[in-house]
C-alpha cells in the first residue's frame, strides 16, 4: 500500500459536489456525470445590466448537482469543496489573469450583519485559493458593503438595481489597476456589476467577474 492509498485509508477524501467518500483526485461515480450534463456551453455570461463588467464569466448551471454541491460547500463541505474545485472549472484562468494583466482578486463583499449567520465565506476561500494558486494578491479589505440589502432574489431587476445602489464602498487606491472578483453564484450579476461600478468610479482599469456557478 503506498502512502497516499494508506491516507486515504485513514482520511478518506471526500467529493466535492455531495460529501461522498471518493478516490484521490475524482468525483464520486454518482456525480461524474450529473456535474458534465450542467457545464455552461458558453462560459460568458451576457445579461443586460452588465456594463461595467469588462467580462462575467462561469464554468456550470446551477442546478442540479451542482446547487447541491454549493450547498452543500457553504454548510458543511467546504474543505472538500475549496480543495477540488479549481479543477473542474473549464476555462483557463492563468490566461484570463496574464491577458488582462490583473494585479488583485477580491471575493463579493458580503454586509457585516451577515458575519453571525456564516461560519466562514465560501467566496472568499475560493478567491483566497485562486490567488494562491496562481500568485496573485488577495485584498479582503479593497471593497466594503457598507449597505444592508434585502435579499436580492426576491426582487426585479429594477429593484436589485435600487436595493444595490451605493451599498459597496472603495477603501484603497485602485486607479490604474485591473482586478477579478470571484463569487460562487451570479445570477443576473447586478451584485458584480454594482462592485465594479464603484471600482470604476474609483479609477480601475478593468473588472472582470469569476463565479463557479450561473443561476440562469
Do not use: W
Not at 479593497?142 to 472603495?170: C, G
Amino acid at each position: 500500500m503506498d502512502k497516499y492509498n494508506f491516507i486515504d485509508l485513514i482520511f478518506p477524501q471526500k467529493c466535492m459536489f455531495c460529501g461522498r467518500v471518493k478516490k484521490r483526485d475524482t468525483l464520486c461515480e454518482y456525480c461524474t456525470s450529473r456535474v458534465e450534463n450542467s457545464r455552461m456551453i458558453s462560459n460568458i455570461i451576457n445579461e443586460k445590466n452588465i456594463k461595467n463588467l469588462d467580462e462575467c464569466i462561469a464554468s456550470f448551471y446551477y442546478e442540479d448537482i451542482v446547487k447541491i454541491g454549493i450547498h452543500h460547500a457553504k454548510f458543511k463541505n467546504c474543505e472538500s469543496f475549496i480543495r477540488d474545485f479549481i479543477k473542474y472549472i473549464d476555462f483557463d484562468l492563468d490566461k484570463i489573469f496574464k491577458r488582462n494583466e490583473i494585479h488583485e482578486i477580491i471575493s463579493m463583499p458580503f454586509h457585516k450583519s451577515k458575519l453571525y449567520n456564516k461560519d466562514y465565506d465560501l467566496p472568499q476561500e475560493m478567491a483566497v485559493e485562486i490567488a494562491k494558486k496562481y500568485n496573485l494578491e488577495y485584498n479582503k479589505i479593497l471593497v466594503e458593503k457598507i449597505k444592508r440589502t434585502k435579499n436580492q432574489h426576491d426582487l426585479s431587476q429594477q429593484e436589485r438595481k435600487d436595493n444595490l445602489k451605493n451599498a459597496f464602498r472603495v477603501n484603497q487606491e485602485v486607479k490604474g489597476k485591473n482586478v477579478v472578483i470571484i463569487d460562487d453564484i451570479v445570477t443576473t450579476g447586478c451584485s458584480m456589476e454594482e462592485v465594479a461600478a464603484a471600482l470604476k468610479r474609483k479609477g480601475a482599469n478593468k473588472v472582470i467577474g469569476i463565479a463557479f456557478a450561473h443561476n440562469r
